[in-house]
């Protein structure tokens, strides 16, 4: 059994690792670090936890984690992470960050696309890209996770297999994407007031979103080659879900039946992929409170595009669950445990 601390308690990511982590029989919930509201149960700010959670959250306190976990999930905003991590290196205490801290490997583009000061180059250089279904290697081998963002991993699960097989050309790809109004954390503010998400669809962050570059680099390095896609996110009101629309030019003659063959083929030792039949599409509700992405793929003959659909749970796939299954993998675990659970519906 490995102890485990959860950095940032009362945000929707921690909660969510908390609910997944009940189901764990390998990892318990030792610590719940939090720096606003150490000394109170979580269950003052979220009750359903009555019951779950007895003790007191806790400040941080680096030396005392040393001696008493063995995983630290970083449930926090960007800025933290990075400058608690380096602590952690050289320790035999796993560190896995589900902020964005860690994701790009230049320390000037974390600059420009974060706006805050980047970690030591050298966590930057150990870190490993938690994508389990592309570095799955990597991450056994892993003392440090960067856990993708939810965005990217809809949008990389999705293009990644066409990238890889030259099925699609390197520029021209478009990413629309859609998320509920968790993915925005749970700081108030007037973009998630309730009067400004219901009943409307906003467009945010056009042209200057964080996980562009992201996206960018991973499919990149796929293709070996520099790749630049015109991404623009949406908010929409729902709690939770998260989907991409992907059109990318064909570079092949290729019919959906085939392009769906490649796909079930790329990912058939994945558990958590699931591949539709073709003329059918996911919706977020069918990865509701899940772990699963779901694909549905499209070859437009009129236009010559392949169309792709990408749809995940933003606080499972994108979040908590991700980090769980890279857990998994690092510590020579079944990559289902605590997350083989059938989605919420309706």
Known sequence: MKNVAIIGGTGYGAVELIRLLQLHEFMHIKKIISHSQYGEGIANTYPHLTEFIKEPMEELDIDRLKEEVDIIFFATPAGVAKDIIPDFQGSSVQCIDLS???????????????????????????????????????????????????????????LIPAIEHQVIANQSIVIDGKTGVSGAGRKQSAMTHFSETNENVKPYKIGAHQHIPEIEKYLSDIAKDSITTTFTTHLIPMTRGLICTMYAPLEKNITSSEVIDLYESYYETHPFIRIRDEGTFPTTREVYGSNYCDIGLYVDQRTNQLVVESAIDNLVKGAAGQAIQNANLMNGWDEKHGLNTIPIYP
Not at 116 to 134: H, M, N, R
């Open 100 to 158: 964005g801290d860690l994701r790009l490997t230049s320390a000037e583009q974390y600059k420009e696309w974060y706006g805050k000061d980047p970690a030591p180059q050298e966590t930057l250089d150990k870190a490993v890209y938690g994508l389990p279904e592309v570095y799955k290697e990597q991450v056994k081998q892993a003392q440090i996770i960067s856990n993708p963002g939810c965005f990217p991993t809809s949008a990389l699960l999705g």
